[in-house]
């Protein structure tokens, strides 16, 4: 038997989470059973623990979109008992049971081997959300961003994505400038390394005109919507957006005048389903490169207990930086 934080649907169509102790027989099918020491709380996760189950497609159900651990027994030649991994996507928390559990069985292709020097509290207060701030760092630099080129903006930069992408972009030498509606956040994305804070209403506004003065030499886009629309019209000549998110809606209300007349790039970065190699490069990439003082300024522990009240606050945006769940506790 484990521990898990279960989500079971009504007839009422109402669900509701509650902690259990579950037969090891109940988990998925996989050929790795990893115990689970540590997972974290994202967006997605908030949607699943929701009253309406978000994108939970089966019940009884198990939420956490990523997580770290120890594997506990494997039938896959790449992973062996004692072996320390991490799993980000593949529809984990969502299609299959995820995290927010003491065992969770899985495809050993969809683990990586945790890096050296990094511990599985590390990795998770990277998680998904760093884990996609990385991929999105990597691909505006491979679309040519360097450092000293102009002021790269990040918005959502409060929440977990633009927290860990702050962070790594002050770290690798780049003028940070962080978008965030909440006035109390400055003082943390400065300690993070933000050089300056942009007021969420400052693009909050419907786009005026197509094309603004060029100002963002990248942008790492946590929000989407109409910020995303404002924020293509002021990007420098040749300038790339790497978009992640869409917390402010799926809707783009731009026209094609930046991508024609400044050639802008506008990067799509899914984390879901991204390659073993890429995934390995990524974590790789974590490791060396994002400083691990700053990343524990941004880790809000919490437990199993706290993760229905955590699900919706994080929904509302009123979490800040990583919460780390240690599912032990």
């Known amino acids: 038997m484990f521990r898990a934080l279960v989500v079971e649907k009504a007839e009422s169509g109402e669900t509701q989470a509650s902690i259990q102790d579950v037969d090891e ?47 506990e027994a494997s039938d896959n030649p790449d992973f062996k008992p004692g072996d320390k991994v991490v799993l980000t996507g593949w529809r984990v928390g969502e299609v299959q049971w995820g995290g927010y559990a003491e065992k969770a069985r899985v495809k050993g292709e969809w683990l990586v081997p945790l890096p050296d020097g990094l511990t599985t509290r590390q990795a998770m207060a990277v998680g998904t959300a760093g884990f996609t701030a990385m991929l999105a760092v990597s691909a505006l630099e491979a679309h040519g961003m360097v450092p000293g080129v102009g002021p790269v903006l990040v918005t959502g930069a409060a929440g977990g994505v633009g927290s860990v992408a702050t962070a790594i972009l002050a770290h690798l030498g780049y003028e940070v400038a962080a978008v965030t509606g909440r006035p109390d956040t400055a003082e943390y994305l400065r300690g993070l390394g933000a050089n300056r804070i942009v007021a969420r209403a400052d693009l909050a506004e419907t786009v005026r005109r197509p094309l603004e003065s060029e100002t963002w030499a990248g942008c790492v ?3 989407g919507g109409p910020m995303l629309a404002r924020v293509l019209g002021q990007m420098q000549y040749g300038a790339s957006v790497a978009s992640v998110g869409l917390a402010g809606g799926a809707n783009l209300p731009a026209t094609v005048i930046p991508f024609l007349l400044r050639g802008v790039n506008l990067l799509g970065i899914d984390s879901v389903m991204q390659p073993t190699e890429s995934r390995q490069r990524a974590w790789q990439r ?31 945006g009123q979490v800040r930086g990583r919460v780390v769940v240690d599912v032990r506790t």
């Open 25 to 71: 027989a109940r988990l998925p099918d996989g050929d790795v059973t990893v115990a689970v020491e540590y997972s974290t709380v994202n967006y997605k996760d908030g949607l699943c623990l929701g009253p309406g189950g978000g994108l939970v497609r089966t019940y009884p159900h198990v939420p956490g979109i990523d997580f770290a651990g120890t594997v």
């Open 221 to 223: 886009d946590a929000v």
């Open 286 to 316: 974590i490791a060396r490169d994002l400083p691990m003082a700053k990343l524990e300024e941004m880790i809000v522990p919490a437990t199993l207990g706290d993760l229905p009240d955590l699900g919706a606050n994080i929904l509302k």
